[in-house]
């Protein structure tokens, strides 16, 4: 780990200035505690205690930011460790969590190998991480052996077919400029990239932006020495072997086969996802929810104390959008997507503010039994496909 560790010394990725904490909270998943709730505890998550938290391979903190802030705010206790090989990318951190004068966490220079000795927790945040371990299993297996028994884990890791391209220039980049120092790598690098022909598959890939964006992007991206994807497939796989089993995927609308063919009768869950992908074409990472495997896996939104929330989007001008059309556009991926809601749901969407539950929903929406049961469960089921619409008792 010596290069990737001098690299993020160099270049603490992703690049961030602590002084934008005063003006902007950069959410996104996984770990969003909403989305955390939904897919680890069906929306039914407790916050009445404390939460442990394990940030692994935390970097400049985006993760770590985004749940000490939503936790605060909601008033929710919680206890955060940090962990990072990079002192540079952990001093990055630490400034912003001062300008938000955020509380409750631990900075740790370190291994996320290491997170067995501070567990256990209850949710453990790895992002970008694990595909950057000499032996990823073992990072799988470590997290597992952190987790408390009713506990979960919300994780990034990279994905081959959007990154098309990238692969063969890191290891041409790579090869180039081996025993360079990462400043000079960084130089001789983007020489060699203004060389490459537009026809070159990198160039024609519309789904990576890091290297236009910041010197670290460029690196990280491109001039990284140790970066392996995982197909959907094998990064089940993965959680599997270390105890792990799949709860859920922050939009599942990607990973539907029924959007190309049909699936066969006797293909399972991950086979037809994986094949998706394949179709797909355009995920350049995986997030994934998982949670130990002996723990009882609950569907969100099942009962009337549900609180749904949605995510991104105003509940007025979604309801406005229903209620004239039908339908709002979506986009995934750089791909537009009309989805179609029923008209009735407007009622009910219109009143959604991540305090009030099913029950109350319904009964100010002025639907009958039958039409809340035509309309509102396939909204949800519609808007939770895309990721807009998550159920926690956060804010209750």
Known sequence: MSDVKAQYEAYPYPER???????????GSPSHPLE?????????????????????GGGTGDALIQ????????????????????????????ARVRVRGLRNITFVTGSLLDAPDYGPFDYIDCCGVLHHLPDPQEGFNALAA?????????????APYGRSGVYPLQEAFGTLTKELPPKEQLVRAKAMFE?????????????????KQSDAGFYDLLLHSQDRPFKFDQLVAALNSAGLALAGVPQPYLYDLSRFAPRPDSMDDVEAMALAEKLDGTMKSHVVYARPSGAVQRQAGQDDRSIPHLKGVSGAAVAKAVAAKGQIPVTLNGVKHVVKIPKQAAAVLA???????????????????????????????KLEQFGLLLYSRLLA
Do not use: C
């Open 351 to 381: 009143g959604v503010d991540g305090r009030r539950d099913l029950a109350t929903l319904k009964a100010g929406s002025g639907l009958d039994g039958l039409a809340w049961a035509s309309a509102w469960p396939e909204a949800s089921r």
């Open 17 to 27: 200035n602590p002084e934008d904490e005063k003006k902007r909270l950069i959410t």
């Open 36 to 56: 955390l709730d939904h897919h680890l505890y069906g929306g039914q998550r407790d916050w009445t205690g404390k939460t442990r938290i394990l940030v692994a």
């Open 195 to 211: 060389a490459l022909p537009d026809s070159h598959p990198f160039k024609l890939n519309p789904n990576l932006v890091d290297h």
């Open 67 to 94: 749940l000490a802030q939503i936790l605060t705010s909601a008033g929710k206790k919680h206890e955060i460790i940090y962990i990072d090989l990079s002192e540079a990318s952990r001093k990055i951190a630490e």
């Open 146 to 158: 952190a987790l408390a028994p009713e506990g979960g884990i919300g994780l990034m890791v990279y």
